[in-house]
């Protein structure tokens, strides 16, 4: 059973850099399953996709997030991550990591959601 | 504003049957799968269905969804307290992105 959890720091200042890391198990990042995602969710929103990385390092990010957003892949650690950069506080949401199926059509699993607040 | 449109909130009594649509157009909904998530308070997003009406193991087959079109719906039959979520239907779209409705909240009265 494939499971994820993010991790990093809750509280990120404007201007600054967010940076979180999702660790995979049960099963190998290296396998060509999935397509390994970020998505978030601002309080009391809905869901917003941020991009993928595939194994490879092939990546994809939403059109209006491309210029902040970075996502690579580290398969020594079985993990991937997320950067977005020139936070404000509208980047304050939940944040999740999740695959995206090989056939790219649907999300599962997903972790289990990291808050991130940008605040001075 | 989300691509998909999704009804703000739904409600029914436990027992009885709901459906939550889910609008979108030819550039989304109508060229691909649609997948459907349960996110129950304070819980990541949970897969409902995927591929438009297929349920992955372990959802019951109370849980239903179809599309027709640019449109797809999800149903619920048999509703119970512990149905009370928010439901996101999600697809891509031809900009490139994966998107997804603002989500339709279900009571069960």
């Known amino acids: 059973q494939v499971q994820l959890q993010e991790s990093g720091p809750g509280l990120v200042k404007p201007s600054q850099t967010l940076s979180l890391t999702c660790t995979v198990s049960g099963a190998s990042i290296s396998s060509g399953g999935y397509y390994w995602s970020w998505i978030r969710q601002h309080p009391g929103k809905g869901l917003e996709w941020i991009g993928y990385?595939?194994?490879?390092?092939?990546?994809y990010y939403n059109p209006s997030l491309k210029s902040l957003v970075t996502i690579s892949v580290d398969t020594s650690k079985n993990q991937f991550s997320l950067k977005l950069t020139s936070v404000t506080a509208a980047d304050t949401a939940v944040y999740y990591c999740?695959?995206?199926?090989?056939?790219?059509?649907?999300?599962?699993?997903w972790g289990q959601g990291t808050l991130v607040t940008v605040s001075s | 504003q989300s691509v998909l449109t999704q009804p703000p909130s739904v409600s029914a009594a436990p027992g009885q049957k709901v459906t939550i649509s889910c609008s979108g157009s030819?550039?989304?909904?109508?060229?691909?799968?649609v997948s459907w998530y349960q996110q129950l308070p304070g819980t990541a997003p949970k897969l409902l269905i995927y591929e438009n009406n297929k349920r992955p193991s372990g959802i019951p087959d109370r849980f239903s969804g179809s599309k027709s079109g640019t449109s797809a719906t999800l149903g619920i039959t048999g509703l119970q307290t512990g149905d009370e979520a928010d439901y996101y239907c999600g697809t891509w779209d031809s900009s490139l992105s994966v998107v997804f409705g603002g989500g339709t909240k279900l009571t069960v009265l």
């Open positions: 999740a695959g995206l199926d090989g056939s790219g059509s649907f999300f599962d699993p």
């Open positions: 030819s550039s989304n909904i109508g060229d691909n799968y």
């Open positions: 990385i595939f194994f490879s390092g092939r990546s």
